[in-house]
């Protein structure tokens, strides 16, 4: 069973300031996937990443994939309120449908 | 309605009780899947069809009957469940063949 550890489990931060969460596996996925879910609902996907290196950007957040393709992380700049949430990664093996879940890191972004 | 719709939203049962859970998608997805979400655990994938087939049981106990008449239409049966297995049931579809999913809001289940 492939596994997906998160870090830091917890983040509690000011409004301004930056963080980064990590993602983090000892096996190799064929892509993964980041998501953000809010209290009361469900995951929404922010990006995929496939390509070992791979760096992709959306507004203030970036999002890196690892060479070997084991490892991602998520780096939030100027953390706004809204940005407050579950943040989980995800693994794809293959296209078997299987996506291997983290357990999430929890963000509150204080104003 | 759009993207992926799940009812109810909350739902409290008794240990004898029968109920089920619906999930709705309006995306075009020929893949839907059923997730439970518990506190301090990954999400855990319950079952998966694909083509209105299961390609996926994670043996998942025989309390939780799944059931998938069309490619838009999901339900999860439920029967003489334990506490335990109180948690947040999510629906997710796809494109055949995996790839991004697309999440519903979930069921907040409590069993007592």
């Known amino acids: 069973t492939q596994l997906l550890e998160q870090s830091p489990q917890f983040l509690s931060i000011q409004e301004g300031e930056n963080l980064t969460v990590y993602c983090n596996s000892s096996s190799v996925f064929s892509s993964l996937q980041w998501y953000r879910q809010e209290p009361g609902e469900g995951p929404v996907l922010l990006v995929t990443v496939v390509t070992g290196g791979e760096v992709k950007k959306l507004k203030r957040l970036t999002f890196q994939f690892g060479d070997a393709r084991k490892d991602s992380s998520l780096h939030i700049t100027a953390a706004q309120p809204g940005d407050t949430g579950l943040y989980l990664c995800a693994g794809e093996e293959g296209s078997n449908y299987k996506l291997t879940f983290g357990k999430g890191t929890l963000l509150t972004v204080n104003p | 309605e759009t993207g992926v719709t799940q009812t109810p939203r909350h739902l409290v049962m008794g240990m004898t009780n029968k109920k089920s859970l619906k999930c709705e998608q309006h995306l075009g997805h020929n893949a839907m899947y059923w997730y439970k979400q518990s506190a301090k655990k990954p999400l855990e994938l319950m079952f998966v069809?694909?083509?209105?087939?299961?390609?996926e049981n994670n043996s998942v106990p025989s309390r939780f009957s799944p059931e998938c008449p069309n490619s838009s239409h999901l339900f999860l049966h439920l029967h003489t469940l334990q506490p335990e297995d109180s948690a947040l049931y999510l629906c997710?579809?796809?494109?055949?063949?995996?790839?991004?999913?697309?999440f519903g809001p979930g069921t907040r289940l409590t069993v007592l």
């Open positions: 069809y694909s083509l209105e087939e299961r390609v």
């Open positions: 997710a579809s796809s494109q055949e063949g995996g790839g991004e999913q697309f």
